[in-house]
């Protein structure tokens, strides 16, 4: 199977007389065999980047390469792909089977090729049970499945996925992922993603590929992005609930590092800070990581504002000087209004240039 090489995508869009720029100077490669998932919030390129591979958008410049294959300008017929989209466009007059087999009957397959192929598919999407279904028969999960079916049967190099199991809800999700992970892992071809969902990007790839206004902030395994996000943003918006910010300040810099958030230091074991002694960052901790206190003279001062329950875990949120911070305590806690100090795990401080927002240690 070949790999899929982007190089310099950009995708330029002229609407009223206005430049917007919908992708832009993107470089990913996609090797064979791996899954990679465009993560990103609503807008930020990732289905336009994902259509320019399909063959469904042309790019204002760069390439689209299928191992040694330039497929920037092919129609998207020419580029044996499998193109799995959120809306599931089964055919409801028809059967199970015949959907899945309908592809190679346009095709000019044989009766016996074509039941071969779709008895194949069916076996590894564990639908074999379902083939003679109509669709309105079927859960959403399982049209999703029919739907992977009718790709599969075709033979495909290459898995393009547009957000598929967004209309479903959490239960059918959990179900679809290992179906997908494991469609894909037998078939072996490289497997582009796209979703909003960080759960399906973190659970299903072998790489995350964080694109935001068009521009890729990093492309590393899941474990990486969550520990070592390469910016701010991505601290963000990778993890439930997200990393908390606050204001802070690097003191000395000789051997440890100096970091005064609120009034509070903690010296920090990390390298390459020269030069930043004296200067404002922004400091990032994710919510497992501050612990409340009560008492209030060690850590940030915080008033209790609420607790969300959650089963295994608390979601409290709590007022204090950096605005609401979230933290996330133990299932039995109830802050009950009252006022506590919010204390940092220093060993997973994250610090950003405060201007950029580039990460810096």
Known sequence: MPDI??????????????????????????????FVTLVGPSGCGKTTTLRCVAGLNKPTSG???????????????????????????????????ENMAYGLKIAGFSREERMARVEEAAELLQITDQLQKMP??????QQQRVALGRSLVRDPEIFLF??????????LKAELRPVIEKVTDEIGCPTLY????????????????????GELAQVAPPKEVYDEPASQFVS???????TQFFEGNVGAVNGTV????????????????????????RVGLRPQYIQVSDDPDVGIPAS?????????????????????????????????????????????????????GVRIA
Do not use: C
């Open 194 to 213: 796209v979703t909003h969902d960080q759960e399906e990007a973190m659970t299903m790839s072998d790489r995350v590929a964080v694109i935001n206004d």
């Open 162 to 171: 547009d957000e598929p199991m967004s209309d479903l809800d959490a239960k």
């Open 236 to 242: 963000q918006f990778i993890g439930q609930p997200s």
């Open 136 to 141: 309105a028969d079927l859960s959403g999960g």
């Open 304 to 356: 209790h504002l609420l607790d969300e329950p959650l089963g295994d875990a608390t979601h409290s949120f709590f007022d204090t000087e950096f605005g609401e911070i979230v933290v996330v305590t133990d299932p039995d806690f109830d802050g009950n209004g009252k006022e506590y100090s919010l204390v940092f795990d220093d060993e997973y401080i994250q610090l950003f240039d405060d201007d950029s």
């Open 258 to 281: 100096e970091l005064d958030v609120g009034g509070y230091e903690y010296d920090l074991a990390r390298d390459g800070l020269e030069g930043w002694a004296g200067e404002d960052v």
């Open 5 to 34: 090489e982007i190089r310099n995508l950009t995708k330029v869009y002229e609407e009223s007389g206005n430049r917007i720029v919908a992708v832009d100077d993107v470089d990913l490669t996609i090797e064979d065999g791996e």
């Open 63 to 97: 390439t689209i390469t299928f191992g040694d294959r330039d497929v920037t300008q092919k129609p998207v017929q020419e580029r044996n792909i499998a193109l799995l989209f959120q809306d599931i466009a089964l055919y409801p007059h028809m059967s199970v089977q």
